[in-house]
């Protein structure tokens, strides 16, 4: 019974597991990003995150830490050279997993790992949206101030009415025209009569 025990054994021995850990690692370093199970990426994120925070401070001690944990020279010197001045600012959470779905092998849930700073086209993305979104206020927009410090007078509005708006208030000056002209024409025809009355009196 696995009671309280946090490791997952991934199958494997403690020798073969931390050995295939420590090459995923050090491939991890050196492409940025790699494509694997989620449970193993899961197990990845883990091992590799405290040699990156170590990584900040470039001293010896580091170093050797590094390379006792990947055992491979070329990922320690990618990892001090690039990968640590990248990652400097950031409190933590270097690294990203991003599901792609299931093998068709076996159904195992495969997914990619990457190293956040390192995504070029997630960090673009990011930025655009950043620079799009701006405040809407309520208010309309601000005044213009002149030389002076004196707020310039709102400029006319010169929008075009909609073509429903044109069509409704054509309709109703047409329907004015009609009430006058049925008017005009019930005025003259009231004198007719009255006169008409006076006269057989």
């Given amino acids: 019974m696995r009671h309280n025990n946090a490791t997952n054994p991934?199958?494997?021995?403690?020798?073969?597991?931390k050995s295939m850990?420590?090459?995923?690692?050090?491939s991890l370093i050196l492409h940025k990003r790699i494509k694997t199970t989620t449970a193993k990426a899961?197990?990845?994120?883990?091992?590799?995150?405290?040699?990156?925070?170590?990584?900040?401070?470039?001293?010896?001690?580091?170093?050797r830490f590094a390379f006792s944990?990947?055992?491979?020279?070329?990922?320690v010197h990618e990892l001090f050279k690039e990968v640590s001045p990248k990652i400097a600012d950031r409190p933590g959470g270097y690294t990203?997993?991003?599901?792609?779905?299931?093998?068709?092998?076996d159904a195992a849930e495969i997914c990619f790992i990457e190293l956040v700073d390192f995504n070029t086209a997630m960090l673009s993305a990011k930025e655009t949206e950043t620079a799009k979104t701006t405040r809407r206020s309520r208010?309309?927009?601000?005044?213009?101030?002149?030389?002076?410090?004196?707020?310039?007078?709102?400029?006319?509005?010169?929008?075009?009415?909609?073509?429903?708006?044109?069509?409704?208030?054509?309709?109703?000056?047409?329907?004015?025209?009609?009430?006058?002209?049925?008017?005009q024409k019930e005025v003259p025809q009231k004198e007719a009569d009255q006169t008409e009355s006076k006269s057989k009196d």
Avoid: C, W, Y
């Fill in 21 to 26: 850990l420590s090459n995923m690692a050090s």
């Fill in 69 to 75: 944990s990947l055992k491979d020279k070329k990922a």
């Fill in 139 to 183: 208010r309309g927009p601000a005044k213009k101030k002149t030389a002076h410090g004196t707020p310039e007078a709102p400029e006319a509005e010169t929008t075009a009415k909609p073509k429903a708006a044109k069509a409704k208030a054509a309709k109703e000056t047409k329907e004015k025209k009609e009430v006058k002209e049925e008017l």
């Fill in 10 to 17: 991934l199958g494997r021995k403690s020798a073969h597991r």
């Fill in 96 to 105: 990203r997993i991003l599901k792609i779905g299931s093998r068709a092998g």
């Fill in 42 to 63: 899961k197990a990845l994120r883990v091992f590799i995150e405290p040699i990156l925070t170590k990584s900040k401070e470039d001293s010896t001690h580091a170093r």
